[in-house]
């Protein structure tokens, strides 16, 4: 017996968890200004608190945090400096993070004895619509005008901005697991991912439905629908060509996924479409103005659109490389987890489905929703 078969895996994932948590807490409490500030404040709190509040920056100078609201201003600062959105380092941060978080559901199911079979992904389904809805609401708070009081102020909107919001969505989806499995494990009712379903379709709907009241209540928020129509149809569409392909020429992917494949290049083609639309189309369709890429690799790929001729992307835009990137990955998810993977690790091959997808219709349906009501 080597090693890795003495080592329990639970206690390897714990003692793991609690290491990072000693180095983050105590490097904190030792040396705040290079643990917290330059690390944790910078890469991860700051762009929260520069984005819960509108501003162009956060700045960190002697442990003081202060606003800027221009870009000049945030350059020529001499402190720690945090742009709204996301780095390379911290989405590495927080990869490694969803990583430890599913391991540690992993751990949970099973202890719950749920989570073998398909009736979790989903259920869960619902809730990754909403927490891209939730982040809407947030976009709309801070589109309120000035004099004008917002429904969630800082700090509490934080909750609903990302990367918070995904563990914000993250409790609130196992808070309301544990309640459905209660449920039926008491007998109330016969299949818990019906409830579980339910519950995130009622919060989707209505989240909507609350968007849909500010655009016929205020000013800063709109309607267009024809966004949504667009991104939705072309998404299935795309998904459908895909699947066709698939099917026709290599069926064997999908053997072990069935229809979660599908959901999978669903969710990544309405993040994909979404980009499309809002970054190259918004205007064409109707808004004032074409939305603006705040991930860096999304960034990056636009780049690569930039590189052909003007008349080429005026024809096909710039941010197609994203929608073709995204479809590749979501063909090669589906061809890596083939049935082996789901007869050794069903359930930690199940909550990576979740997390694959969650990744796409999150921030899909934010960038869908948020040209849709012109935030």
């Known amino acids: ?31 705040p200004r290079q643990v917290y500030d330059g690390f944790i404040w910078h890469y991860f709190w700051g762009p929260v608190v520069a984005d819960a509040n509108s501003a162009v920056c956060a700045v960190k100078i002697d442990g003081v945090t202060r606003l800027l609201g221009s870009s000049t201003a945030c350059t020529q600062s001499p402190g720690i400096v945090a742009y709204p959105g996301y780095t390379l380092v911290s989405e590495v941060g927080y990869m490694v993070t969803l990583l430890l978080a599913l391991l540690g559901v992993v751990y949970l199911l099973r202890y719950l004895r749920i989570g073998e ?11 990754m619509f909403l927490g891209g809805a939730l982040r809407v609401v947030e ?17 509490w909107n934080t909750l609903i901005i990302s990367p918070v919001i995904y563990f914000t969505m993250f409790f609130i989806a196992l808070a309301t697991l544990l309640v ?19 519950f995130g379709s009622v919060a989707l709907a209505g989240t909507v439905g609350y968007l849909f009241w500010l655009s016929t209540t205020t000013t800063y928020v709109a309607f267009y629908p024809q966004i949504s129509v667009v991104v939705l149809l072309a998404s299935v569409a795309i998904t459908g060509l895909a699947w066709y392909g698939i099917e ?17 290049l669903f969710a990544h083609s309405v993040d994909g479409v979404a980009n499309v639309v809002g970054i190259d189309w918004a205007v064409a369709l109707g808004l004032p103005a074409n939305l603006v890429p705040k991930h860096p690799v999304n960034r990056a790929l636009i780049g690569v659109g930039e590189m052909f001729p003007p008349a080429v992307t005026a024809v096909i835009g710039t941010a197609w490389p994203f929608l073709v990137v995204k479809i590749a990955v979501a063909i090669a998810v589906i061809a890596i987890f083939d049935e082996t993977i789901f007869e050794d690790s069903p359930r930690y091959a199940i909550l990576l489905m979740i997390a694959v997808v969650a990744v796409g219709l ?5 960038d869908m929703l948020r040209a849709t009501f012109g935030i």
């Open 139 to 155: 976009d709309a708070n801070d589109a309120v005008p000035e004099g004008i009081q917002a429904a969630i102020t800082y700090p």
């Open 362 to 366: 999150g921030p899909g349906t934010r």
């Open 117 to 127: 079979d398909r009736q979790l992904f989903f259920g869960l389904l619902p809730f």
């Open 180 to 198: 459905s499995v209660w449920l039926e494990q008491t007998g109330q009712v016969d299949r818990y991912d019906r409830v579980l379903a339910g």
């Open 248 to 264: 026709r020429f290599r069926p064997r992917y999908h053997l072990g996924t069935g229809l979660m494949g599908a959901v999978v």
């Open 1 to 31: 017996m080597d090693v890795a078969d003495r080592i329990d895996p639970f206690r390897a994932w714990l003692g793991t968890v609690v290491t990072i948590a000693i180095l983050l807490v105590g490097g904190s409490l030792l040396l």
